[in-house]
């Protein structure tokens, strides 16, 4: 087994090798960059994601759906509605249950809540790794409001446990929808704050246009999905091209930058332009569901023991999908009429995003790699060092040189920016 | 191209050796209806690259999502999911094409060279149920750490399959 320090395909004189993760600032997930850079330029790119397989796919299969419901939760932090909505999408395809209208308005609600919370804290995130702190700080306070109407909705700030086969868990009042809307008035508000600051300002603009770009026909080459596809003028959405949930009711159309800057180039600057647009679509998107909700049941079956007992006798294999803040979560499961399913696949996003990372990091510079690998906001948890190692040298780059590299990096520019 | 079209034209192409052939319309059923078509199409697993070949063929860039895959007795089933007609509103088809191998030889082709965006899937099927992808342009192990054992593949459950890493905490012992 090789330790981060050691030299990995150290080429010639003239290109050395640097590696960064499995835990790193900018990337908050455990996968582990292997670049090969001459000087400043990058030349190879390669990745390693065995850092933290835990298997849950594998005891998916010894458990039984509903228990899967809180295990597909946990498979990501941010994500745990988009999981827990694409294995109820998928099991309610194979047994044929019929989700209530109005627990479909509330699981768009909540998923719309989540994605609103997800992109402001990329949005955060992403100002914190171009050196713009002020801005994280206002984006960090601004997701505080989305946090503590998920919390009053569902009962917690993140974890939502709210989704269940044939319906939801929880109902919501009057009060609650009023609570709802106010965020979503917010948030509407909130995104043009946020677009006005990222996407008006020189420095931001300087430091991200034409950084990292995917172009459309690598984009659909490498299957990318979500915002970094729609950054990259293919508009895939499945929200608009398998409408489900209140979804075929509100009409989502796939936002990509030519509506907001009026042209398409796919790079860092697109992708901060589409996420932040987004948040404003679904505080529309919300607003809609809130005032369109319908009256009814929440839930195909109140109790668990009935809703299990109808779901052993059944046989057959779905496919179970939602776009989820990053992109399109796909579920596939097979039921042959025992308690647990006998198989079950889980495919997030960022599994198909990562490819586009070679492409977007060739012929980056190392002061870039941070915004460069936050800009497709990837999934997957952080040592926050990388270890330079050349001919007769060795050096680590912790998080804080690294860090500071990229906000040196932003104010060379914007002193070049002054007049 | 709805499912139906998709269907039928496998059907026409691969006349006598697609072994089933359905597709499935999911009804929404709100203030408009809306429905969700899926293709399921079963070949033989020498037909898995003519097949992609054909799809590629009948849409401009079809996208590809991912493989699953299971254990059945002594054969290993794949299916490889793909999206068509994406980007359009509501005219999408989610297409599975499933192949069975044996688990004596469990070789199927790659698909890299059609689909890029395939890699990571492939070696995925590699290390998890031990099938061989032939000219698989880089076939390290990618979520299996290096230091997991060789030999085991996790998705399997005979005595392949990881049984024996698992630690029955009832039994005692302990590792």
Redesign the interface.
Do not use: T
């Given at each position: 087994?090789?330790k981060a320090g050691d030299i990995i395909g150290q080429e010639s004189r003239d290109t050395y090798s640097i590696c960064v993760g499995p835990v790193h600032p900018a990337l908050k997930e455990p996968v582990r960059l292997n670049l090969r850079v001459r000087g400043e330029r990058i030349e190879h790119v390669d990745f390693e994601?065995?850092?933290v397989?835990r298997?849950i796919?594998?005891m998916g299969t010894r458990r039984n759906p509903i228990q899967i419901l809180y295990l597909s939760e946990r498979i990501c932090g941010i994500c745990n509605i988009c999981h827990t909505f694409a294995f109820c999408r998928a099991v309610e395809?194979i047994a044929g249950i019929?989700v209530p209208?109005r627990a479909?308005y509330i699981r768009t609600i909540v998923a719309e809540l989540e994605r609103i919370h997800s992109h402001i804290l990329w949005a955060g995130v992403a100002a914190h790794e171009l050196g713009f702190d002020s801005a994280m700080h206002y984006a960090f306070r601004a997701r505080e409001k989305v946090l503590d109407v998920i919390e009053n909705l569902t009962g917690n700030r993140i974890m939502k446990a709210i989704m269940m086969i044939g319906g939801v868990r929880r109902d919501m009042d009057k009060g609650q929808a009023r609570l709802v809307m106010e965020a979503a008035d917010f948030y509407s508000r909130c995104s043009r704050k946020l677009e006005k600051i990222f996407l008006g300002d020189p420095v931001i603009k300087s430091r991200t246009r034409d950084t990292g770009i995917l172009t459309r026909h690598d984009c659909?080459?490498?299957?990318?999905v979500g915002p970094t596809a729609r950054a990259s003028g293919?508009?895939?959405d499945v929200r608009?091209?398998?409408?489900?949930g209140?979804y075929?009711?509100v009409g989502v159309k796939?936002m990509t930058p030519d509506e907001i800057t009026g042209e398409t180039r796919g790079d860092v600057y697109d992708r901060i332009a589409v996420r932040l647009r987004e948040i404003k679509q679904s505080a529309d998107i919300i607003g809609r569901c809130v005032k369109d909700m319908p009256e009814g049941k929440i839930a195909h079956e109140d109790k668990a023991n009935v809703l299990l007992g109808e779901l052993r006798g059944v046989q057959g294999?779905g496919?179970g999908?939602h776009e989820a803040p990053r992109g399109?979560v796909?579920h596939?499961v097979?039921l042959v009429g025992e308690e647990a399913p006998?198989?079950w696949?889980v495919?997030a996003p960022t599994?198909?995003n990562?490819?586009s990372w070679i492409p977007m990091m060739l012929g980056a510079q190392i002061a870039d790699i941070p915004v460069i690998a936050a800009s497709i906001d990837p999934c997957m948890s952080c040592t926050n060092r990388a270890v330079v190692t050349g001919p007769g040298r060795r050096q680590v780059l912790g998080q804080d040189m690294l860090h500071d590299l990229s906000v040196k990096r932003t104010r060379e520019l914007r002193r070049g920016l002054r007049p | 191209m709805n499912a139906n079209d998709v269907r039928d034209s496998f059907k026409r192409r691969f006349a006598g050796r697609i072994m089933a052939a359905r597709t499935e319309i999911i009804k929404h059923k709100l203030k408009q209806v809306r429905h969700a078509s899926r293709v399921w199409i079963t070949v033989d697993s020498g037909e898995l690259k003519n097949a992609v070949r054909h799809l590629c063929k009948i849409t401009e860039h079809p996208h590809f999502i991912v493989i699953s895959g299971y254990e059945k007795g002594k054969y290993l089933e794949l299916t490889y999911h793909f999206s068509l007609n994406y980007a359009s509103v509501m005219e999408e088809v989610v297409l599975s094409i499933k192949v069975r191998v044996s688990k004596e030889n469990p070789v199927l082709p790659t698909i890299t060279d059609l689909i890029p965006g395939a890699l990571i899937s492939e070696r995925e099927m590699q290390e998890m149920l031990g099938v061989r992808i032939k000219g698989i342009p880089d076939s390290r192990r990618i979520f299996l750490h290096p230091g997991f054992p060789q030999g085991v593949y996790p998705w399997r459950r005979d005595e392949t399959g990881p049984a024996r890493l698992v630690r029955n905490l009832h039994k005692g012992g302990g590792r």
């Open positions: 087994m090789r994601l065995s850092q397989h298997g796919e594998w395809s019929e209208p479909r659909l080459a490498l299957c990318s293919v508009r895939k608009q091209d398998e409408p489900y209140a075929p009711d796939a294999e496919i999908r399109e796909f596939y097979k006998y198989s696949k495919r599994y198909n990562l490819l | -």
